[in-house]
Antibody, heavy 119, light 107 residues
Framework: QVQLVQSGAEVKKPGASVKVSCKAS????????MHWVRQAPGQGLEWMGW????????NYAQKFQGWVTMTRDTSISTAYMELSRLRSDDTAVYYC????????????WGKGTTVTVSS | DIQMTQSPSSLSASVGDRVTITCRASQSISSYLNWYQQKPGKAPKLLIY???SLQSGVPSRFSGSGSGTDFTLTISSLQPEDFATYYC?????????FGQGTKLEIK
């Protein structure tokens, strides 16, 4: 079945970086864009950007430009999201989500990776 | 950037009620509007895409309508498992944007 399996929870200190992985299975990884969305505790959904797994091309939300890096490894069908210079307000659940390509809907989601930034 | 505004922010209703949630875009997005359901501690789940198309496996009591700037999500007869938070999302242009969410609670 189609699924996205994310890496486990992380605890980081302010100023550090975190790299979250998202392993796809059950479909052709390079055939669908992958979005990254985060959700701070008790808050709504915030779009961070997408990566085209086929070309490696990316599109980041302006807020995250220069601060986030999205990459992929097609040999293992895995997308990555790295966020640098972490601050306490980056504490959130980070989701990867497949773009189905019809109208840009996110039809398959990972279970989320909790990133806690604390000194 | 396109802004998405949902109303109401929260809603109390009873099992069996008909419920409507509204989403408004700051500019026309044609039918590039999607709806998600999120339960506590879980990832969002796609319910409706392209404003009115029901995602496979989603019960038919969920429906969507609208185009341009105004959209609605309707649940025809609330079931206990429908109490959750609902988000709209525009996919017309980047940056992708979500509404702030509507929390549906049991009355």
């Amino acid at each position: 079945q189609v699924q996205l399996v994310q890496s486990g929870a992380e605890v980081k200190k302010p100023g550090a970086s975190v790299k979250v992985s998202c392993k796809a299975s059950g479909y052709t990884f390079t055939g669908y864009y992958m979005h990254w969305v985060r959700q701070a505790p008790g808050q709504g959904l915030e779009w961070m950007g997408w990566i085209n797994p086929n070309s490696g091309g990316t599109n980041y939300a302006q807020k995250f430009q220069g601060w986030v890096t999205m990459t992929r490894d097609t040999s293992i069908s895995t997308a990555y999201m790295e966020l640098s210079r972490l601050r306490s307000d980056d504490t959130a659940v980070y989701y990867c989500a497949r773009d189905n390509g019809t109208v840009g809907e996110m039809d398959v989601w990972g279970k989320g990776t909790t990133v806690t930034v604390s000194s | 950037d396109i802004q998405m505004t949902q109303s109401p922010s929260s809603l109390s209703a009873s099992v069996g009620d008909r419920v409507t949630i509204t989403c408004r875009a700051s500019q026309s997005i044609s039918s590039y509007l999607n709806w998600y359901q999120q339960k506590p501690g879980k990832a969002p789940k796609l319910l409706i895409y392209a404003a009115s198309s029901l995602q496979s496996g989603v019960p038919s009591r969920f429906s969507g309508s609208g185009s341009g700037t105004d959209f609605t999500l309707t649940i025809s007869s609330l079931q206990p498992e429908d109490f959750a938070t609902y988000y709209c999302q525009q996919s017309y242009s980047t940056p992708v944007a979500f509404g702030q969410g509507t929390k549906l609670e049991i009355k």
